[in-house]
């Protein structure tokens, strides 16, 4: 009977073992990952728009405001 408890007990900590390893598996790759992103960032910065378009990556889209003329007059009226 003690060798199936030191059987199991084994097993249990195998099984405890494998999950570290998965978590930290996981936890590397996440930050690998995010160093990934940082470096094209950092990168991506330093191109000029049209080295972005060499690559086929537009620059991203800037928020505008456009105006048009008499455009306070026409919501003034509306009011």
Do not use: C, H
């Not at 494998?18 to 992103?37: D, E, G, M, Q």
């Not at 094209?40 to 889209?61: C, H, K, N, V, W």
């Amino acid at each position: 009977m003690s060798y199936t408890e030191t059987r199991t007990e084994n097993r249990a900590s195998d099984r405890r073992l494998l999950a570290a390893l998965k978590r930290l598996a996981t936890i590397v790759a996440a930050f690998t990952a995010w160093r990934r992103t940082i470096a094209m960032r950092r990168a991506m910065e330093d191109l000029t728009s049209d080295q972005l378009d060499d690559i086929g990556y537009s620059e991203a889209p800037r928020p505008k405001l456009i105006i048009k003329a008499g455009l306070i007059t026409n919501l003034m009226s509306m009011r």
